[in-house]
């Protein structure tokens, strides 16, 4: 006689599964590397393969020896983090310091607070901010993008300025100076910066993919970008002369990579819609202050690690309304 | 120019430590000053408690299990002292793993006999005993499993083997052995507190006396379905045969359902039963010269050789016994 | 035809596969020996009134009901009474039953009018109808057997504005209610008539999910041609999604009205009413007929023939697997009732009772539980939730056996959909730890609640 099995209902299920999350948080990706390979060559490629490389292998590592648990590096979460991690690198950054940014970001990022779905902050800013404050120099010399049929693929990097330093240091009229006012060039990412970063273009069409597939909701980003927009709008109108005008806060800097990828993380952001719609504004809000501000020129990663940290209060403030209760009117 | 720079580091030096010394100096006057309030306001605001409650806690084990009925052993102990000041004794107050005599010394009063418990599986259901007919695959939780189905071996009232009474232990003594998939108690750690026998889904595990020299005898079965039902998922359930009440010179077993149950206040632990069973459910434990009586070893035969061997006798028996499988108390 | 509704929050989209859609109702032989449980309906199970010997009629009463929340238990074949034994049904447990030795003829209790005959006329009461529903142990067929004449009585100060025939039928793979829609469509529309009348309405509303577009056309066809017969019975169409068949989704998305936390759909004004519940309710009050048969499906991917058949209860659930092609070899779970809330078994013989819908048949790589990973708190779950609830958080309260937390975040409200357990990409079993914790937190609410 057959042995059946007993189980608890439901005894089907959807074909969805974490894996297939992340890797197509992964393919949605792929643009921009693309495109990043094509403004800045072998680097961004090498940076890509080893910061990926670094962060699987530190799982494995971790869960293997450390943990003696099981293993998990194939559900691509791993690769995720190293992949958004060179993202947010200068290409030319030293090959070792990559690697220790990922075995931060994985190993104290992520393993320590037990591995996938318990940390509370976004384990790849958690790599780049610790590189950020440990290597300053390294991790703020920004090579410039020049296409690879112009220099060639093996070609040294060039570095310059990025248009959010030049605002920082030297203010609006040397943005016109520079010559860097063109809003194409930042769109299609003929700019200096992290190699992630700078194609705006390529990550939206991976946004947008993600957003069709029901990957990620639109709500937090559209959040983040809105609140970018007035605010900075709003200083703009006050004082022209000082602030940019607020279309160009949205393609500089890493503005759109963090939108996207890194603050719509799920582990690390809220669950419901108004609490998704609180955490954007709140990123919105610190990132601008940073920028104009604050001693950093970008303040994408500082602003989304902060509101990683208030998750969990707006989760237990915004809960969803329960089918069938009403809440008694205040008399 | 070479003095000079002495003369400077030397300068410098002089300087730091100065700075030092006046940060060691300010830093530990302060905090002698604080250590001074503190003690004051500690000594304020002191709650006064009777110091016995101090004492009668420590002769508890600290646990917190609830086995007395109580929030925790600082609570039995303040009840005790409670109730002595009332009443003069500490009557119907008793931590399971405790000689109440010792706390009550430390009240200046008697208490009763300390009878030590311990808990005990009535289930022998073991992957051998009652082979699985079904796969599991859900939560491991009995008290979910219960709701799902009857078991892996289909007896509806047995063991289930997925732990919640290990999980519940607070002295470490259960664990689920796992060739049989059954709950073993260590008889060094329980207590008999009773927490793992209200846990269990089916009420399998009972908290019984440990009886002198540690014998018991139980009936190591909780089904009371009809015999040929019972038969039909286990080798070593109970039947309801009564062979063993007709057996027993104590009238200590009755008939619960179909399933006999041995009072253990009238049982003398004299193992006649055990040795009339014939599906071998009954479980006598820590009986000299037996074959040792673990469940892997169950089989169709009862637990206990039918050989001549010293009856309940006085003290001398211990000195004569050297069995194989006592468990030094 | 209306336009399509739905409930607007939550629920998921399982695989239809209604494979016996278009397979007729077969009438099913009853074997020599039937077993008929007592319990066979939520609440207390019948009192046994046979004994061993008894010679039994078909339709006669041989269990009473015992307490407000019970119903009757009626003999399906004429015959002698074995014996009063147990017998393993599909929980697992044993429980009481009636076991009786079949005659080939069967020879019905008195009062039954046998004919097939549609009877358009309700000649009884609101009351007297209530009364013969009660008589005639009729419960909720769609699988919740919850006795249909305790839902009839409204109670004082509250009044039934809608009668919803719950015809929705959600479950992946059944379609027992969508064949009875079609095959006995005017008997079904008397038997809603039947219904307003008992609660003294006169507005009916059959909520049907649109993948059954025959039926529709049908039932539409029907109340419009017999427009003076079936006056205030309309379809409403609503949208496939899975859990549209539960109660309180069916009435939100047919009305608008939430049903209050911990309360009853009456508090809404409606009444509702599964298909096969429906008809048995005709049958009941026209011709006298106490429940004793019932449609089920046998179904599943590898089954050769799919199929509904008209079983009376009694009849070991194997015979009808042999019927529709027999047992595959792949079989590892067999499954009373659908894929989304049926409960597994343990054996195949066991006797099919008012509650079965469906006997489903699945193989490995359908049912097998997936490996389960870390939440990745993804919210799938809550967002799945038709009750609002958060899965995640309810999984995680209850494992740690926190039950104060478990019932401020509203556990007793959950409906056990499984839409939460079906939607998350960790393949975490959700509802087992869900309803353990309700479990758990309703008895100390219940034990909160007598002191």
């Not at chain 3, 309700?438 to 219940?446: C, D, E, L």
């Amino acid at each position: 006689m057959n042995k059946y099995t007993i189980s608890g209902s439901p005894h089907v299920h959807s074909t969805e599964n974490t894996k297939k999350i992340m890797y197509r948080v992964l393919l949605a990706l792929v643009p921009a590397l693309l495109v990043a390979i094509y403004y800045f060559g072998w680097y961004a490629l090498r940076l890509t393969i080893v910061s990926v490389g670094a962060c699987m292998l530190t799982e494995w590592l971790i869960q293997k020896y450390l943990i003696k648990g099981p293993l998990t590096i194939n559900d691509g979460s791993a690769a995720l983090t190293g992949l958004l991690l060179a993202f947010n690198v200068p290409a030319n950054l030293p090959i070792w310091m990559v690697i220790v940014g990922a075995v931060v970001a994985i190993g104290i990022g992520k393993m320590a607070f037990g591995g996938l779905g318990k940390n509370p902050f976004n384990p790849a800013l958690v790599g780049r901010v610790f590189m950020l404050v440990s290597f300053p120099t390294a991790m703020t010399t920004w090579p410039k993008a020049t296409p690879i049929f112009d220099k060639g693929f093996f070609a040294d990097a060039v570095t310059g300025p990025t248009p959010l330093g030049l605002l920082k240091e030297a203010g609006v009229g040397s943005l016109a100076e520079a010559g860097d006012l063109q809003f194409l060039d930042m769109v299609l990412g003929n700019r200096g910066g992290a190699f992630g970063e700078v194609c705006t273009a390529a990550l939206l069409l991976g946004a947008i993919y993600l957003i069709c597939r029901r990957v990620i909701e639109v709500f937090t980003p559209l959040s983040i970008l809105l609140t970018v927009y007035v605010f900075t709008g709003i200083c703009h109108l006050i004082n022209p002369e000082m602030y940019i005008s607020p279309q160009y806060h949205l393609v500089y800097g890493g503005l759109i990579l963090g939108a996207f990828f890194m603050a719509t993380d799920m582990v690390t952001s809220p669950m419901t819609i108004r609490g998704k719609l609180l955490f954007g504004f709140g990123v919105g809000v610190i990132t601008v202050v940073i920028r104009l501000w604050g001693a950093y020129p970008e303040g994408v990663s500082f602003a989304i690690l902060i509101m990683n940290a208030l998750t969990p209060l707006i989760n237990k403030a915004f809960k969803p309304k329960v089918f069938g209760v009403v809440k008694p009117s205040k008399k | 120019m070479q003095v000079l720079k002495i003369e400077n580091k030397l300068k410098i030096l002089l300087l730091m430590s100065n700075t030092l010394f006046i940060s060691l100096m300010v830093l530990g006057i302060l905090g002698g000053i604080l250590a001074v309030i503190l003690y004051f306001v500690a000594q304020k605001f002191k709650v006064e408690e009777n110091p016995l409650i101090d004492e009668a806690e420590a002769c508890l084990p600290g646990a917190n299990c609830g086995g007395c009925g109580f929030a925790g052993c600082r609570a039995l102990a303040e009840a005790c002292v409670k109730q002595a000041a009332e009443k003069g004794n500490i009557d119907g107050l008793a931590c399971p793993g405790t000689d109440m005599g010792k706390v009550a010394a430390v009240l200046g009063l008697t208490a009763a006999a300390f009878e030590p418990k311990i808990a005990v599986v009535r289930c022998n259901g073991s992957c051998q005993n009652s082979p699985a007919k079904v796969h599991y695959e859900g939560a491991d939780i009995c008290a979910f499993a219960n709701t799902l189905y009857a078991g892996k071996g289909g007896c509806s009232k047995g063991c289930l083997g997925l732990g919640d009474c290990v999980k519940k232990c607070n002295f470490d003594a259960l664990h689920i052995d796992k060739e049989t998939g059954l709950p073993v108690v260590d008889p060094d750690k329980c207590v008999g507190c009773g927490v793992c026998a209200k846990t269990c889904p089916r009420g399998i595990i009972e908290v019984r006396p440990r009886g002198k020299k540690d014998r018991r005898v139980y009936v190591c079965c909780s089904n009371t379905d009809k015999g040929a039902l019972v038969v039909k998922n286990c080798s070593v359930g109970c039947i309801g045969c009564q062979k063993c009440l007709k057996e027993c010179p104590f009238e200590a077993i009755e008939m619960r359902g179909n399933l006999a149950y041995i009072d253990p206040t009238k049982c003398k632990a004299c193992g006649k039963c055990a040795k009339v069973c014939p599906r071998g459910s009954i479980h006598a434990v820590n009986f000299p010269m037996a074959k040792p009586v673990t469940p892997a070893l169950q089989g169709a035969e009862p637990a206990v050789k039918p050989q001549p061997r010293p009856e309940a006798q006085p003290v001398e028996v211990k000195t004569e016994v050297k069995p194989e499988n006592t468990v030094t108390a | 035809m209306n336009p399509i509704k739905t409930f607007p929050r939550g629920g998921v989209h399982p695989e239809e596969n209604k494979l016996s859609a278009d397979k007729p109702i077969q009438d099913f032989p009853m074997p020599k020996q039937i077993i008929v449980p007592m319990g066979q309906c939520l609440g207390a199970p019948a009192e046994c009134i046979v004994k061993k010997g008894d010679r039994v009629l078909t339709g006669q009463l041989i269990g009473t009901a015992k307490g407000f929340v019970s119903a009757n238990v009626h003999s399906p074949a004429t015959g002698t009474v074995a014996k009063v034994d147990v017998v393993m049904d599909h929980t697992g447990y044993y429980k009481p039953a009636v076991f009786i030795d079949r005659e080939e003829q069967d020879e019905w209790v008195e009062g039954v009018i046998q004919t097939d005959e549609l009877l358009t006329d309700i000649k009884l009461d609101s009351k007297q109808i209530i009364d013969k529903v009660k008589e005639c142990g009729i419960v909720g067929m769609g699988g919740a057997t919850f006795p249909t004449h305790v839902k009839l009585m409204v109670p004082e100060g509250k009044k039934a504005e809608y009668i919803i025939i719950n015809a929705a039928e959600c479950e992946p793979y059944l379609t027992c209610d969508y064949r009875l829609l079609l095959e006995k469509t005017q008997e079904f529309l008397i038997g809603v008539k039947i219904l307003m009348k008992a609660v003294n309405t006169n507005k009916g509303i059959i909520g049907i999910e649109e993948n059954k577009m025959p039926a529709i056309e049908l039932l539409e066809k029907t109340i419009n041609e017999h427009q003076d017969l079936y006056a205030g019975i309309e379809v409403q169409p609503l949208k496939t999604k899975y859990p549209q068949g539960g109660e309180k989704q069916i009435i939100k998305a047919i009305t608008g009205r939430e049903v209050p936390s911990g309360k009853l759909p009456i508090e809404t004004g409606c009444v509702v009413v599964n298909v096969a519940s429906t008809y048995a309710i005709y049958e009941a009050v026209q011709k006298n007929k106490p429940l004793i048969e019932r449609i089920v499906t046998v179904t599943g991917k590898s089954v050769k023939n799919p199929g509904n058949f008209r079983v009376r209860f009694g009849t070991p659930a194997d015979l009808l697997i042999e019927a529709a092609g027999g047992l595959p070899d792949d079989i590892t779970d067999v499954i009373n009732g659908g894929p989304m809330m049926g409960k597994s078994v343990s054996v195949t013989n066991f006797p099919c009772i008012k509650g079965t819908s469906g006997i489903l048949l699945m193989t490995l790589d359908e049912a097998q539980d997936r490996r389960q990973t870390n939440c990745i708190r993804c919210g799938r779950c809550a967002g799945a939730c038709p009750m609002g609830l958060q899965p995640f958080l309810l999984h995680k309260l209850a494992k740690q056996n926190n039950f104060d937390e478990t019932e401020t975040n509203h556990v007793m409200d959950c409906i056990e959909c499984g839409s939460c357990e079906f939607t998350c990409p960790a393949n975490i079993p959700l509802l087992d730890y869900i309803r353990y914790g309700k479990a758990k937190t309703g008895a100390i609410i219940r034990a909160r609640n007598q002191k």
